[in-house]
């Protein structure tokens, strides 16, 4: 098993009472799984994503990835966690706008600590994998936002993460685009066994996935 | 990693380059100012060190009471230098000065003469007590003959035209020949015997002979062996006053005892002073050379941290505040698995860039300013580029200055949250800023406070210049050194008195400003003991004197040609009567005289009291002084009716050069010359003025940046604002009264602080201004109106923006 949430629930206080963001949600997610969570806005999709990413911290319950403790752990710890197993992918892609595609693609690997000759390696990979060799000099501005959302993918891959999270993946493109990259996934799920969790709207994207967690008012249905 | 930063850093410094240009302007200034002031003060605590045996060095000072007058003297008795040797195992040698002043030398033959500022007799040791090395001639010998003297390079190059000069002759004020026996190095510039030019061996002062240990005209330095301690040295120090000064005394005031001489309240007292401290220590008013004090030191070294940190914290608010650009970037480079300490390594990084940046720029900005910066101090610094500890010092501090300017950015910086600035809550990650406001408020208390400073600085230098100094300062010229007139001197003075726009002339050595003079006894007729002797100064005065320089007359009258008797009367001023114990009408007839121990002493008389004029610094309290009529002038003073000024000055000239031909016309006007003795406060009013310039400039930068910030951040509640119907003015008012808050709050905190640390400055004057609630008013004022304008403009530019671009957004 990949990563299991137990009676997860997740709060804020405001005038005076608890408003429910995640409430008792429980899920176990298999290595090689492709999971959509859906549901209306405000239903927590994304807080759910961000507590798996490690990024968000929840108020009650328990969470293991790989069998550690993720509740437990020390922020140092949690963040060398998602830095070696986790990779993200953002709707409005999230690159840095003063890097070249290339370095965009190496940043991961630098905060990994992987010596330069490996990264060169890894990122020539990479830019190769996706076609976008003649683009690698390039600035995120000067791409368009398919471009701009490979990019996204290629860097959350190339640490080779064991999960994909996707927060809407596709929002911000045209449905040409969309397919592009859902295809990209599908295929990086199939082939490379990539754990895959994204955050849909669309019903058409969530069925590229092998299974879809419905959420509403932050519970599970 | 460490590439990757700096390749980040520069990248996104050179993307903001608006944020960069504030933020390495504002630091690289002050780092220029702060190492300006640092060179300064390096180049001030350097003085005398140069000289060989520098730590081993002293000078004999004495603080003498004796007849109503406290004197504090740098300069010794004739015989003290031989006694100190002789008695003292201690003293390994001795050398002893006697300034004459400024002179005229020419070289024998020649028609014209020049003038050396700086003359002075010197004991033969001199050369090798300091370890001055001669470019020609033999150092022990060299000032040993009665009419010989070493020259400095310089002057020997302006008479000689080269330093090989030994035997050639010089003509000193048209009267005495010496021969060159050497040639020296100019002396440093920061070195108490700067600017002395010649040297005349002491054999030819007679004085310098006499076992006269009354008169205190010899600057005396003792040079301890290496093993002696200074403290051993000064407590015996004393034993001088009993084996010398008292048996010396008894001749002239037989009965003299030490317990009498205590008992009746007179005192000397014998202390040393390390020869490297002068400059900065002591506190005599007779030195050979200026000197400078700690206090100035401290107040520049306050102004230039003031700086440093205005700059750093300038740094600080506009990171932080821009901060809001980059908290995407922090989230993002968190999911990518960037830890606390990477961001905080990479912010630091970035700083550590921009405060060499800094650094660069402030070494260009103080290269261009230095050369005048030299020119008001009156100091040659130079960047001292070829040293190796400058440059680590340099970095040293760049690098410390970009740490801490960069940390409070970095550590904030790196605690945003990724999920919140990811959707775009940045503002909300990027805080109330009370921080920020702290710091504004800090940088403008600051600022204020140098406001309030300089105000205060420039009243009293104002008051000084503008207040009724008992004389009239302005429109008198002073002619120097007219000696060699000879004979002629009368007619000259006849040939100037009929020129149309000349109101009085007078001839007297003494005049009302700054100049080396000394007190002298006198009694009053009857007195038959020393204790109730007067220390008043007397001047060798014309019959043309008070009215030349428009000076009252209290009580009797003014010298008068009609009266033969006048030779012998004396005009005193106000502050004698006390002495004198008695009022201005009740002195007039009185008789007093010099000499105490002659059968029959020659006697002046009392003919008037004039009203009292400052003749000292307006640090000091006027003293006593009598003005007699003595034929012996060598310097004029006129007064002119206004007027073209160097018309009548070409016009003296003329006069001059057909009746003194080939010699140097030298003259001042003499409010110049009395304005320099607030030289220091000068100097010190023009650099509170530049650098309360700088960091108000600083403050600036900073809240501009804080204004850009602001508007920012409330661009969304401005669009809403609009929406509902506010006016661009509404709307600018609610921007710009927020930091006019943080300036009030800045402005209540410093004005307290610069009302005391003032009066504190104050103090140093006799004669002060009472600081008036002007002073706040206008302060507070000035700091509210910068305020206003540096963050106006960013208030009406976010304003006026259409509410429709900034709602669109998110």
Same mark, same amino acid.
């Given at each position: ?28 997610? *298999? ?46 710890? =949690? ?39 490996? =990264? ?59 397919? *592009? ?41 | 990693?460490? $590439? ?90 001795? %050398? ?11 070289? %024998? ?53 080269? @330093? ?81 000064? &008292? ?87 968190? @999911? ?52 190796? &500890? ?34 775009? #809550?940045?503002?909300? !990650? ?38 009724? &100094? ?27 008195? $009929? ?45 043309? +004197? ?63 009291? %004039? ?33 073209? +000024? !160097? ?74 604002? $609009? ?17 006019? $808050? ?11 602080? #610069? ?48 509410? %429709? ?6």
């Amino acid at each position: 098993m990949l990563l299991q949430l137990k009676n997860i629930f997740k709060w804020v206080q405001q005038g005076g009472q608890r408003v429910f963001l995640l409430k008792d949600i429980n899920l176990e997610v *298999e290595e090689g799984e492709f999971i959509s969570i859906m549901g209306p806005s405000g239903s927590g999709k994304s807080t759910l994503l961000n507590v798996i990413g490690m990024l968000d911290t929840f108020d009650e319950g328990e969470y293991d990835f790989l069998s550690e403790s993720v509740h437990t752990l020390k922020e140092k710890y =949690r963040s060398n966690l998602y830095k070696e197993y986790i990779g993200f992918v953002f709707q409005s892609y999230h690159l840095l706008d003063d890097l070249t595609v290339e370095e965009n693609l190496e940043m991961p690997l630098l905060y990994k600590k992987i010596k330069s000759s490996e =990264r060169k390696a890894l990122v020539a990979d990479m830019l190769d994998r996706f076609n976008i060799v003649g683009k690698k000099d390039l600035f995120p501005t000067q791409l368009s936002g398919g471009q701009q959302q490979l990019v996204g993918v290629a860097r959350a891959l190339i640490g080779k993460p064991k999960l994909i999270l996707a927060d809407e993946p596709t929002g911000n493109l045209n449905s040409q685009q969309s397919e *592009e990259i859902m295809a990209l996934f599908k295929k990086l799920n199939e082939e490379d066994g990539v754990t895959i969790i994204q955050v849909t709207h669309s019903e058409k994207n969530a069925e590229y996935g092998s299974r879809i967690i419905n959420l509403l008012d932050g519970r599970k249905i | 990693m460490f $590439k990757n930063y700096i390749k980040i850093a520069w990248r996104s410094l050179k993307k903001q380059a608006f944020f960069t240009f504030l933020n390495t302007f504002g630091l690289a200034i002050g780092m220029a100012g702060a190492l300006m002031i640092s060179l300064y003060i390096n180049d001030e605590l350097s003085y005398d060190k140069m000289f060989a045996d520098a730590d081993r060095i002293y000078r004999i000072d004495a603080d003498i009471k004796f007849g109503g007058a406290e004197i504090k003297a740098a300069e010794s008795a004739p015989p003290m230098a031989g006694a100190l040797k002789r008695d003292y195992s201690q003293v390994e040698s001795t %050398v002893r000065f006697r300034t004459l002043g400024s002179m005229y030398v020419k070289k %024998v033959g020649s028609e014209t003469s020049s003038k050396e500022d700086r003359v002075t007799y010197a004991d033969s040791t001199f050369f090798e007590f300091f370890g001055i090395d001669l470019l020609v001639g033999n150092s022990k010998s060299a000032l040993t003959g009665t009419n010989s003297l070493v020259l400095t390079k310089t002057a020997a190059e302006k008479y000689f035209g080269s @330093t090989d000069v030994l035997g050639q002759d010089l003509l000193l004020d048209n009267s005495d020949t010496y021969t060159v026996t050497g040639v020296i190095d100019d002396m440093p510039k920061n070195s108490y015997f700067n600017e002395y030019s010649v040297f005349l061996a002491m054999a030819g002062n007679v004085g310098s002979r006499e076992e006269l240990w009354g008169s205190n005209n010899y600057f005396t330095f003792v040079k301890l062996i290496p093993e002696a301690r200074v403290e051993d040295f000064q407590a015996p120090l004393q034993g001088m006053l009993e084996r010398y000064m &008292l048996p010396w005394a008894q001749k002239y005031f037989p009965g003299m005892t030490a317990e009498s001489f205590a008992a009746s309240g007179n005192y000397i007292r014998y202390h040393t002073i390390a020869f490297t401290d002068i400059h900065l220590h002591s506190d005599r008013s007779s030195e050979m050379n200026a000197t400078s004090s700690m206090q100035n030191i401290y107040i520049l070294s306050f102004i230039g941290l003031f700086l440093i940190i205005l700059a750093s914290v300038n740094f600080m608010n506009l990171s932080t505040a821009h901060s809001l650009k980059r908290a995407k970037e922090v989230g993002v480079r968190k @999911t990518l698995g960037s830890n606390k300490m990477n961001l905080i390594f990479q912010f630091l990084t970035e700083s550590g860039l921009i405060a060499f940046i800094s650094l660069i720029a402030a070494l260009l900005i103080t290269m261009i300013t230095l050369p005048f910066f030299n020119g008001f101090t009156g100091k040659s610094i130079a960047i001292p580029f070829s040293q190796p &500890l400058f440059w680590l010092l340099l970095f040293a501090a760049t690098i410390l200055l970009g740490f801490f300017s960069g940390c409070y950015p970095a550590f904030f910086m790196s605690r945003f949250n990724p999920v919140k600035t990811l959707k775009g #809550g940045a503002s909300e !990650s990027v805080g109330n800023g009370r921080v920020r406001n702290a710091l504004v408020i800090f940088q403008f208390s600051i600022s204020v406070f140098l406001i309030v400073s300089t105000l205060v600085v420039f009243q009293q230098l104002n008051y000084i210049q503008s207040k009724d &100094l008992g004389f009239t300062k302005d429109q008198v010229l002073l002619i120097n050194e007219i000696s060699p007139l000879g004979s002629k001197t009368n007619a000259f003075k006849e040939e100037i008195l $009929k020129m149309g726009n000349v109101e009085n002339v007078t001839l007297s050595n003494f005049y009302p400003t700054p100049s080396w003079r000394s007190d002298t006894s006198f009694f009053q007729e009857g007195t038959k003991s020393q204790e109730n002797a007067i220390q008043m100064q007397t001047w060798d005065v014309d019959m043309d +004197y008070l009215k030349t320089l428009e000076m009252d007359v209290v009580a009797g009258r003014d010298f008068n040609k009609q009266y033969a008797s006048d030779s012998t009367a004396i005009i005193i001023n106000e502050a004698t009567l006390p002495i004198l114990n008695v009022t201005a009408q009740e002195a007039l007839g009185m008789r007093i005289s010099e000499e105490i121990d002659m059968e029959n002493p020659s006697y002046y008389t009392i003919i008037g009291v %004039v009203k009292d004029f400052h003749f000292k610094s307006l640090r000091e309290n006027i003293g006593a002084l009598g003005l007699h009529v003595e034929n012996n002038a060598e310097n004029m003073a006129v007064r002119l009716s206004g007027g073209d +000024y !160097s018309k009548s000055i070409a016009e003296i000239e003329n006069i001059w050069n057909t009746m003194a031909p080939g010699q140097p016309f030298d003259y001042q006007f003499m409010d110049e010359a009395f304005y320099s003795t607030y030289n220091s406060e000068q100097k010190l009013s023009q650099i509170f003025f530049i650098f309360t310039i700088l960091s108000i400039f600083i403050a600036c930068l900073g809240l501009f940046g804080l204004a850009a910030f602001n508007a920012e951040k409330r661009t969304k509640e401005i669009g809403v604002r $609009k929406v509902l119907g506010a006016t661009v003015s509404q709307i600018s008012y609610r921007l710009t009264v927020d930091f006019l $808050k943080l300036v009030g709050v800045a402005i209540l905190i410093s004005l307290p602080l #610069g009302w005391f640390a003032m009066n504190k400055w104050l103090e140093d004057f006799s004669y002060r201004i009472e600081i008036g609630f002007g002073v706040f008013v206008l302060a507070a004022v000035l700091a509210i109106m910068v305020a206003i304008v540096t963050v106006s403009y960013q208030s009406i530019k976010a304003a006026i923006v259409n509410p %429709v671009k900034s709602l669109r957004s998110d």
